[in-house]
C-alpha cells in the first residue's frame, strides 16, 4: 500500500512539477519552431506513457496485493498481449524519431538565397568569416594554418583574398535573412549553440558540418560551446548581434578581409618594429580579451586558475622544478609560445597555446608588463 501511494505521489508532484515550473524554454528567436514542436511531441508521448505505465503498477499493486486463501495463476506466456506491446511501442518510438528526422532533413538543406557563414571553433575562442563582394568564400586547409594564418586561407586562391575574418567572439547576421553556418575546429570537438535560434551542430575537426537558421528577432544573444572541450569551456562564449541589412553591412565593411591583413603583415615586417608603447599595450588589452586570456588570469590580483597579472611583470616566479625566473620580456615570450615547456608553482599545466603573430604576441607582452608592480625597467624592444 505504501508503494502504491509512493507512487501515484511521484506521478502528481512530477506533472504538477512539469506545469509550475519556472523554467521555461526561452524566447525563440529564429524559424526552426519545428526543433519546440518535435520537443513537445517528445514530451507528450514519454509523459503519457510515464503516467499510465506507474498508474498501471499502482493498479496491479492494489488488485493482486496478497489475500488470505488466493494463489496467483502461473501464465509464462500471452502471445496475443505480446504481438500488442509490441505494436504499440513499435508505433512510439516511430512516433519519437519520425518528426526529428523530417527536421534535420530540412535543417541542413538550405535554401538557394542563404548567406554564408564560416565559424571556426579553437580552445576556446570563435572566429567568423563572411564572403567578400565577390560572394565566395575561398578554399581553406590545415596545410596552411599559422600563427598568421589561423583560417588557414589558401593564399594562392583568388576567391579568398576579399573574404571578412573576424577574430573577436562578436558575430553581427541580417535579420530575416537565411544563414548557411559551414563549421570547422582547429582542434578538439566543440559545438555553437545559441539557445534562441533553436540551432547548434557540433564542430568537427577534420571536416566542415553545416546547417541553416533564418533569425526573426533582432537582439543580442549568447554563443555558446556546448562540447565540453576542456577547462576553458564554460567561458567559450561569443555574441551575436541580429539587426537589419544596412547595419549588418556596415559591421562587415569594417572587418579586415584576408588580403588587408596580409599586406599588414608585409607593412609591419618592413617597418622597423615598435610603435609607442601604449597603443601597443592598449592592442594588447583587446587581445586579452578576444583570446579569452582574461577569463584565467585576473589584472586586479584576485587569484584564478593561472597567476595574476598584476604585478607579474618584473618578479621572481618559483617553477615546479624548484628552479626561479625572472619574468622579463624573455621570459613571457617564451611562455606564451609554449605554456607546457615549463610549469610555475602551484598551477596545472593547462595553459593552451595560442596562436598569435609576433607583433600581437609583442602587444600582449606589452600589457602584461603594464600590469607590473615594479616600475618598468626594461623596455628596450629587440
Ligand atoms: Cu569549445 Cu566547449
Redesign the pocket.
Known amino acids: 500500500m505504501a508503494l502504491a501511494i509512493a507512487l501515484v505521489l511521484i506521478v502528481v508532484l512530477a506533472v504538477g512539477f512539469h506545469v509550475a515550473s519556472p523554467w521555461w524554454i526561452t524566447p525563440i528567436a529564429s524559424n526552426w519552431g519545428r526543433m519546440d514542436d518535435t520537443l513537445t511531441i517528445t514530451i507528450v508521448i514519454t509523459g503519457v506513457l510515464f503516467v499510465a505505465i506507474n498508474l498501471f503498477v499502482v493498479a496491479a499493486l492494489l488488485r493482486y496485493r496478497h489475500k488470505d486463501g488466493h494463489r496467483a495463476s502461473y501464465e509464462p506466456h500471452n502471445r496475443r498481449l505480446e504481438w500488442w506491446l509490441i505494436g504499440v511501442t513499435t508505433v512510439g518510438v516511430a512516433a519519437l524519431l519520425a518528426p526529428g528526422l523530417f527536421v534535420y532533413a530540412d535543417y541542413v538543406r538550405p535554401p538557394p538565397n542563404a548567406l554564408q557563414m564560416e565559424v571556426l571553433?579553437q580552445?576556446?575562442q570563435w572566429r567568423f568569416r563572411f564572403a567578400g563582394p565577390g560572394g565566395k568564400l575561398g578554399t581553406t586547409d590545415v596545410r596552411y594554418m599559422t600563427n598568421d594564418n589561423p583560417f588557414g586561407m589558401n593564399p594562392a586562391d583568388p576567391n579568398g583574398r576579399d573574404n571578412y575574418l573576424i577574430d573577436t567572439p562578436e558575430l553581427h547576421l541580417p535579420i530575416n535573412r537565411p544563414i548557411q553556418v559551414l563549421a570547422r575546429s582547429r582542434d578538439?570537438?566543440?559545438?555553437f549553440y545559441v539557445p534562441p535560434f533553436r540551432a547548434r551542430m557540433n564542430?568537427v575537426p577534420g571536416m566542415v558540418t553545416t546547417f541553416w537558421f533564418t533569425p526573426t528577432k533582432a537582439g543580442r544573444y549568447d554563443i555558446l560551446?556546448?562540447?565540453?572541450?576542456?577547462i576553458?569551456?564554460?567561458n567559450?562564449r561569443g555574441v551575436v548581434v541580429v539587426e537589419d541589412e544596412a547595419a549588418f553591412a556596415r559591421w562587415l565593411a569594417q572587418q579586415t578581409t584576408f588580403e588587408q591583413r596580409q599586406k599588414a603583415k608585409a607593412q609591419a615586417a618592413s617597418a622597423s618594429a615598435g610603435g609607442p608603447s601604449q597603443a601597443l599595450a592598449e592592442q594588447g588589452r583587446t587581445l586579452a580579451q578576444a583570446k579569452g586570456c582574461v577569463a584565467c588570469h585576473s589584472v586586479d590580483g584576485s587569484p584564478g586558475v593561472g597567476p595574476t597579472w598584476k604585478g607579474l611583470y618584473g618578479k621572481t616566479e618559483t617553477m615546479a622544478d624548484g628552479s626561479t625566473a625572472h619574468v622579463d620580456e624573455a621570459y613571457l615570450r617564451a611562455f606564451i609560445r609554449d605554456p607546457k615547456a615549463r610549469v610555475v608553482k602551484g598551477f596545472a599545466p593547462i595553459m593552451p597555446s595560442f596562436d598569435l603573430s609576433e607583433q600581437e604576441l609583442s602587444a600582449l607582452v606589452a600589457y602584461i608588463q603594464a600590469q607590473g608592480g615594479a616600475p618598468a625597467a626594461t623596455t628596450a624592444k629587440p
Open positions: 571553433g580552445q576556446w578538439v570537438l566543440h559545438d564542430m560551446c556546448a562540447q565540453l572541450c576542456g576553458g569551456h564554460a567559450m
